[in-house]
């Protein structure tokens, strides 16, 4: 055997548990579920289960509910992606001016990011509540408003809950983009008498554009997947085997409700696929308008040249 033949075999040898892994808990259950869109499943009727093609797909574009959904789920996104990102940047922008305590700040920022989502959530339905914090602090300026506003403003607190939870992680990213930039720009610049916002608009801000567009692309996924946020924050005052408010009733949200309370697997695979093809359409245009505002250092002449 010789020794290209023995490190081609140590090779295949070293990733075959990973490609195991990968077809068993990724490939196998995307064929699965493009499989289960194209019949009638429900769960029990695995001997009678029948072909019914695309009559989910057909179904869903004729589902008024499945088009409700998907609208608040893009307006929650146009809304939630924007201040998620817009939060992260401030942050990472001023704890990079700080000048003590750095890194107390950024544990307290990114400490939101660990916390599990369902202690998260419970907390957020305690200060939401009608006697919890919010109404304790909006009493201070109006007494005797009692709001509650997991049921009155749903949206309101789903938002502010999102922007708390998902901004740790984007915060450290644009962190460590801030501090990759090199400080000979920013003392140029200010020897020849540009101030601070100068420098953060003309310097900073351009080469902060890739991870900018990184963390759209991120948050874009995110909040076209919400989920469990929405459910926590309406279980208790609902009732578990019911749906949460009809302005958090987003489209993954409505998919679940179809699989795991109505049963119907197969349509429900169905929303999840069309929800796919919108995310796909919504990213590969995120990724065309990147040409036109996303920096990118280009390569010496004569580099372009080879």
């Known amino acids: 055997m010789t020794r290209k033949v023995r490190q081609a075999s140590a090779f295949y040898l070293f990733i075959t548990p990973w490609m195991l892994g990968f077809a068993a808990l990724l490939v196998f259950p995307i064929v699965l579920g493009l499989l289960m869109s194209l019949t009638n499943y429900d769960g029990f009727n695995v001997d009678t289960v029948k072909w019914v093609g695309l009559g989910n797909y057909r179904r869903a574009l004729d589902d008024p509910g499945a088009f409700a959904s998907l609208r608040r789920t893009i307006a929650f996104l146009v809304v939630a992606v924007p201040a998620v990102v817009g939060v992260q940047l401030v942050l990472a922008f001023l704890i990079n001016q700080a000048r003590r305590a750095k890194g107390l700040f950024r544990m307290l920022f990114y400490l939101p990011s660990v916390v599990p989502v369902v202690a998260s959530a419970w907390v957020w339905k305690a200060a939401g509540s009608e006697d919890g914090l919010v109404n304790n602090l909006v009493g201070v300026v109006r007494p005797g408003s009692h709001t509650n506003w997991l049921v009155d403003h749903p949206t309101w607190v789903l938002m502010w809950f999102v922007v708390w939870a998902w901004t740790g992680s984007g915060m450290l990213i644009f962190l460590a983009a801030l501090q990759g930039i090199p400080s000979e720009l920013r003392e140029a610049a200010a020897i020849d008498g540009a101030n601070r916002f100068q420098v953060a608009r003309k310097i900073m801000l351009p080469l902060l554009t890739p991870a900018i567009f990184f963390q759209l692309v991120m948050t874009l996924f995110l909040a076209f997947q919400v989920l469990v946020e929405p459910l926590l924050l309406s279980a208790g005052i609902y009732g578990l085997n019911s749906t949460p408010p009809e302005e958090n009733n987003f ?22 696929w069309i929800l796919f093809a919108v995310a796909f359409l919504a990213t590969l245009l995120l990724f065309a308008s990147g040409r036109f505002w996303v920096y990118r250092e280009q390569p010496p002449p004569e580099r372009r040249r080879r």
């Open 251 to 272: 489209f993954v949200v409505n998919a679940f409700r179809e699989i795991f309370v109505g049963q119907r697997f197969g349509y429900g695979a169905a929303l999840l």
